[in-house]
C-alpha cells in the first residue's frame, strides 16, 4: 500500500463511525451543557501531545469522544456573542467541500465551485434588497469588513493628488473592533478612525457625523470611508441608513455596512433597513444569522470595477486564457484570497434544503424571542433593561447584585451561557438570539438562572 492510502472498506467504516457519532451528538444537544465544565489545564493535558511516528488508525475517533466534552456544545441556550448555531446540512456541506477540495480561484480551476458561490452570492444580495450587488465569500465579517474598507481606501487614494493627508474614517461610537483593526491593517493610522457619538438609541448621531467630515475637510484630512452598523454588535442599533447614505453621497465618501451581525435580519423584516440599498459595500455572516457552520461571511460590493482594482495582482502563473466572459471569472481578482474553499456548497446545500421561508420563519422566532426576553426583564422588579432591543440583543443588569459575579455564576451553573457589554457605563449581562435551536422555555431560563444566581451571592 502507498504512504496515506485507506482502502475503501476501511474509509467506509471511518466515514460511518464518524457520522454515527456526528448523529448522536446532535441528538445530545440538549442534554448538554451550555458551557463544559474545563481548564485550561485540563484541556493542555488531554490534547496538547506530540505527532505520534506510527499511525494510529481508526483509533483517533476515540479523540473525538473526549473533544466533545470539551468543546462548547450549540445548544439552544447558548447565548452569547453572535454566535450561530451550526445547522447540520450545511456542516454536511463542509464535509462535501472538502470531498471536492475545489481551490476556488478561477472558473478554470474550479468551473461548478465558482458558478455555484457566484449564485448563492446573487442569492445573498437579493435576500437583502441589494440584487445586483456582486461580491465574494469570506472567512467571516472582519476579512468582510476588511475587504470593504480597502476597496474604499483604493478608491479614496485613486481620487487623491499626491501629498494629500492622511484617510480618516467615520464610525459610531458602538463599532466592531474588527473596524479599528482593519484601519490600522490597511496602514489608515489608528487615530484615524472617528468614533461618532450615538443617540440615546446607541444609533450613530448623523449631525456629529457631520461635524466631523466638515472638520476633516478643514484640516485638509482625506475621508475614506463612513461606516454604518446594522446591528451594532452590544446592542444591535441599526444606525439610521438613509440619512448617512445621503450625506455619503453628497460627500462622495464610500459607504460601507458592517451588517455582520444584523443585515441579514432584512429577511424577515426589510422595513428596518430601509436604506441599504444605497450603500458601496456590506459585510454579512451566514454563520451568523444563517446559522451556518463557520466559516462563512460575506463582502458584496455595487461596483466590481473598484473591488478589481483594489485586489487585482495577476502572476503569469494565473493568467485566464479563455475569453467567454463565464470562464474568465477569478475570485482572486476581487477578494483578498487566493486559494479558497467552496464555501458556497454548504449554503447551496442548506438554503435549498429547508427554502427561504423556513429561514425567514428561524430569524423571526429569534427576534421574538429577544421581545420576550426584554418583556421578562422588565416584568422583574430587580432587573433593569439598559438598552432598546432594535434586533436581537438584549442587555439586561442586577440592579443591585454584582454584574460580573452574576455572570460567572451564571455560567458556572452550566444550564444558560450569556456574555456582557459595557452599557452607559454598566456591566450588562447580554443574551443574543441567532439560534435556530432555541425554544420559548430556553428564554425564560435566561431570566430564572440569572436570579438563581443572584440568590446565591447572598448565601
Ligand atoms: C457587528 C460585527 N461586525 C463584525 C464582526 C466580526 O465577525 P467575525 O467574527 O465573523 O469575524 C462581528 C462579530 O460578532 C460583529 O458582531
Redesign the pocket.
Known amino acids: 500500500m502507498r504512504a496515506l492510502e485507506i482502502s475503501n472498506r476501511e474509509l467506509l467504516a471511518f466515514m460511518s463511525e464518524a457520522t454515527n457519532f456526528a448523529a448522536e451528538y446532535w441528538a445530545s444537544l440538549e442534554e448538554r451543557p451550555s458551557y463544559p465544565s474545563t481548564s485550561g489545564s485540563e484541556t493542555a493535558r488531554l490534547f496538547d501531545r506530540p505527532w505520534s511516528g506510527e499511525g494510529r488508525g481508526s483509533k483517533v475517533l476515540d479523540d473525538v469522544r473526549v473533544i466533545a466534552e470539551h468543546v462548547r456544545p450549540c445548544t439552544g441556550r447558548f447565548f452569547g456573542?453572535?454566535?450561530g448555531s451550526g445547522e447540520p446540512v450545511g456542516a454536511v456541506g463542509d464535509f462535501l467541500t472538502s470531498v471536492f477540495n475545489q481551490n476556488t480561484t478561477s472558473w478554470r480551476s474550479a468551473p461548478a465551485a465558482i458558478t455555484i458561490e457566484r449564485a448563492v452570492i446573487g442569492w445573498l444580495a437579493e435576500a437583502i434588497g441589494c440584487g445586483g450587488f456582486a461580491g465574494s465569500l469570506c472567512?467571516?465579517?472582519?476579512?468582510?469588513?476588511l475587504m470593504g474598507l480597502a476597496i474604499a481606501r483604493e478608491k479614496a487614494l485613486a481620487a487623491n493628488e499626491e501629498g494629500a493627508r492622511p484617510g480618516v474614517v467615520y464610525a459610531s461610537e458602538q463599532?466592531?473592533?474588527?473596524?479599528p483593526k482593519a484601519i490600522a491593517l490597511l496602514g489608515l493610522g489608528r487615530s484615524n478612525l472617528r468614533l461618532i457619538p450615538v443617540d440615546a438609541d446607541f444609533r450613530l448621531r448623523t449631525d456629529a457625523l457631520e461635524a466631523a467630515i466638515a472638520s476633516d475637510r478643514k484640516f485638509g484630512n482625506t475621508p475614506v470611508a463612513i461606516v454604518a452598523?446594522?446591528?451594532?454588535?452590544a446592542t444591535g442599533a441599526i444606525d439610521p441608513l438613509r440619512q448617512i447614505a445621503e450625506i455619503a453621497k453628497s460627500e462622495g465618501i464610500w459607504l460601507h455596512v458592517?451588517?455582520?451581525?444584523?443585515v441579514l435580519a432584512a429577511l424577515a423584516v426589510p422595513e428596518k433597513f430601509e436604506g441599504l440599498n444605497l450603500a458601496d459595500s456590506i459585510?454579512l455572516?451566514a454563520?451568523?444569522w444563517l446559522y451556518q457552520p463557520?466559516?462563512c461571511?460575506c463582502l458584496l460590493y455595487r461596483d466590481r470595477d473598484a473591488a478589481r482594482k483594489t485586489f487585482s495582482h495577476s502572476g503569469d502563473y494565473v493568467r485566464v486564457f479563455n475569453q467567454d466572459p463565464g470562464e474568465a471569472f477569478a475570485f482572486f481578482e476581487e477578494s483578498i484570497e487566493l486559494s479558497r474553499r467552496f464555501r458556497a456548497l454548504k449554503l447551496w446545500l442548506s438554503l435549498q434544503y429547508h427554502g427561504r421561508e423556513a429561514y425567514r420563519e428561524a430569524i423571526s422566532r429569534d427576534l421574538l424571542h429577544a421581545q420576550l426576553l426584554a418583556d421578562a426583564v422588565r416584568a422583574r422588579p430587580e432587573l433593569e433593561l439598559l438598552a432598546p432591543v432594535p434586533l436581537s440583543a438584549v442587555c439586561f443588569r442586577h440592579r443591585v447584585k454584582s454584574n460580573e459575579a452574576i455572570l460567572q455564576r451564571v455560567i458556572a451553573r452550566g444550564r444558560v451561557y450569556l456574555s456582557n457589554a459595557s452599557i452607559n457605563g454598566h456591566f450588562a449581562l447580554r443574551a443574543c438570539f441567532v439560534n435556530h435551536r432555541t425554544e420559548p422555555a430556553n428564554v425564560y431560563e435566561i431570566v430564572s438562572e440569572v436570579i438563581a444566581a443572584a440568590d446565591e451571592l447572598n448565601a
Not at 463599532?175 to 473596524?179: A, R
Open positions: 456573542y453572535v454566535a472567512g467571516g465579517g472582519s476579512m468582510a469588513n463599532v466592531h473592533m474588527s473596524i452598523s446594522v446591528g451594532a454588535v458592517d451588517g455582520a451581525f444584523g459585510s455572516d454563520h451568523k463557520i466559516d461571511g
